[in-house]
Nanobody, 128 residues
Framework: QVQLVESGGGLVQPGGSLTLSCEVS????????VGWFRQGPVKEREFVSI??????????YYGDSVKGRFSISRDNAKNTAYLQMNSLKIEDTAVYYC???????????????????WGQGTQVTVSS
């Protein structure tokens, strides 16, 4: 019942910025752990970032390769999560997938196998 639709991918120059969106249907986004994984050519699926509700607020987590450059956020009214990508590098080129799950323990958040719901992906290409 939960469906995820990504958008915002495209071509950007190194050092540029891009924002991805993940629209969630079938569940309230604040009830889910929602975030992003990516898979580039000849690479394994890689954890990028997730956000989950903690009390009245939320907590965000990032993979080491994107810390300080990417920021995750959500708009509860729009039931949409975002990934703001800055200072993009050629090695950021990948298909980016939105993922969502429930009841995840902290040690599982970086494991793609723990997420039940996935979008179809959006291509991000960083090139001059």
């Amino acid at each position: 019942q939960v469906q995820l639709v990504e958008s915002g991918g495209g071509l950007v120059q190194p050092g540029g910025s891009l924002t991805l969106s993940c629209e969630v249907s079938g569940a309230t986004i604040s009830s889910l752990t929602v975030g992003w994984f990516r898979q580039g050519p000849v690479k394994e699926r890689e954890f990028v970032s997730i956000m989950r509700s903690r009390g009245s607020g939320s907590r965000s987590y990032y993979g080491d390769s994107v810390k300080g450059r990417f920021s995750i956020s959500r708009d509860n009214a729009k039931n949409t999560a975002y990934l703001q990508m800055n200072s993009l590098k050629i090695e950021d080129t990948a298909v980016y997938y939105c993922a969502a799950g429930m009841g995840l323990i902290l040690s599982s958040i970086g494991n793609g196998g723990a997420y039940k719901h996935w979008g179809q992906g959006t291509q991000v290409t960083v090139s001059s």
